[in-house]
């Protein structure tokens, strides 16, 4: 049974960083792309960072391009997404899913990915 194991969320203040995990387990395939999810209060779901284990490809979305970087231990099938210079924006509960796939994606889709329990985040003084 496929498993998604969050951790490293908290409470930082604005400038500090944090790095999360999600080690996923319970499966054989390498065609699937893995990637981290937010959701602030009142927002809707947003795609952050995702890779593609097949070739490593990785998106950002924008307002966080250069302040967070995904990487990977594909052995473990774990990846990680190191947050630096936190803002107070970038509170939210963050999410890992996963998706099977041998299209050329790089997120996973939100009816088609298992998801994580998530893990919350709060940047705040």
């Known amino acids: 049974q496929l498993q998604l194991v969050e951790s490293g969320g908290g409470l930082v203040q604005p400038g500090g960083s944090l790095r999360l995990s999600c080690a996923a387990s319970?499966?054989?395939?390498?065609?699937?792309?893995i990637g981290w999810f937010r959701q602030a209060p009142g927002k809707e779901r947003e795609g952050v960072s995702c890779?593609?284990?097949?070739?490593?490809?990785?998106y950002y979305v924008d307002s966080v391009k250069g302040q967070f970087t995904m990487s990977r231990d594909s052995a473990k099938n774990t990846v990680y997404l190191q947050m630096n210079s936190l803002k107070p924006e970038d509170t939210a509960v963050y999410y890992c899913?996963?998706?099977?796939?041998?299209?050329?994606?790089?997120?996973?889709?939100?009816?088609?990915?298992?998801w994580g329990q998530g893990t919350q985040v709060t940047v705040s003084s």
């Open positions: 899913a996963l998706e099977f796939t041998r299209a050329l994606l790089i997120c996973p889709r939100d009816d088609s990915a298992y």
């Open positions: 890779t593609r284990r097949s070739d490593g490809r990785t």
């Open positions: 319970g499966f054989t395939s390498e065609y699937y792309v």
